[in-house]
């Protein structure tokens, strides 16, 4: 025999009265809510002279509170909550794309002067004042960039295979990681400045060369290679293992076919982002590389220019007449901004030409 409590019956007749449909807002609200705020920000602020930062945020919250009341009257408590952190997300991205697409807004205003044939063609080897370009600065950005991969990427590679497949929770292992943790941290002067004394003592102090930059910027690479492939390798399920060594494969060719070429796009991901994140430096290769305004194509002998040394160079010393050189300096970073930009799509290119085809 059950017994019920005097209210459970009028509580289930009240759930079963309940409509299966809410109601809710239109589509359109949230984009109608925004148009609203902003334009009663505009309306109250604009008259008296203030800053577009004042109407952008009186405007958020003006959205925030037509979108929640809204929807608190017509959908409920839980849709308002729902709708209320969902145009908080969106606040969150769009202040976080202003800084990005200032910078890009501004590079390309103001790079797109001197973007022409000479500044591809020429270098500053004996131009004063306006004409030059940066085709000795590119190339040494391609030299010094590259021997940096061929350089930190084995390393890193292999520093992370180890970590995954053969010293998993070694006493050497976790050195390596502290110490990998530690290098990512580091500022990128000091890397140049160990170089440097480094080099002093073997080839004298007042040498520059292209190989020098290149091991500085190699260091700055290595911790980001070795973390995003060591990553990489932990995603790699354990059963292709497995399977490769029942079937008598040795432990070297199981990581090199199975376990490298499962992980290969994300190994390329981060490579892709070690590279881009040394590309634009400029402290380490002031010190290690110097200036230069002819093109040399032998990192072992003589100083290189790159684009971030020339763009510091132009800008902090642009001549006679100033113009000329700021230009070029704006141009030297758009220049860089392009590089960066065709080294994440050959990244996808190359993760979705090696992937690993899970159809039939």
Known sequence: ???????????????????????KLPRWAPWGSLVLAVVVSLAVLLPGGTSVAAVVVLAALLHLVVIGVASGVREGSRKAKDRLVTALVTIAFGIAMVPLVSVVWTVVDNGRHRLDADFFTMSMFRVVGEGGGALHAIWGTIIVTLLAAVISVPIGLL????????????????AITFLVDVMTGIPSIVAGLAVAAVFALLIGNSERLGIMGSIALAILMIPTVVRSTEEMLKLVPNDLREAAYALGVPKWRTITKVVLRTS?????????????????????????????????????????????????????????????????????????????????????????FFAPKTGR
């Open 1 to 23: 025999m059950t017994t019920t409590t005097p209210g459970s019956a009028d509580e289930l007749a009240a759930a079963i009265d309940q409509p299966l449909s809410q109601a």
């Open 159 to 174: 520093a992370a295979v180890y970590l995954v497949e053969y010293g998993a929770g070694s006493r050497l292992a976790k």
């Open 264 to 352: 290969v796009s994300g190994i390329a991901t981060g490579i892709t982002l070690a590279v881009a994140r040394v590309a634009g430096e400029t402290a380490p290769l002031l010190i290690t590389l110097g200036l230069t305004t002819g093109t040399n194509f032998n990192p072992f002998e003589g100083r290189m220019a790159t684009l971030p040394v020339f763009a510091y160079t132009q800008y902090t010393q642009p001549g006679v007449p100033a113009e000329a050189g700021t230009e070029r300096a704006w141009t030297a970073a758009l220049v860089l901004i392009i590089l960066v930009m065709a080294l994440n799509l050959v990244a996808r290119l190359i993760s979705r």
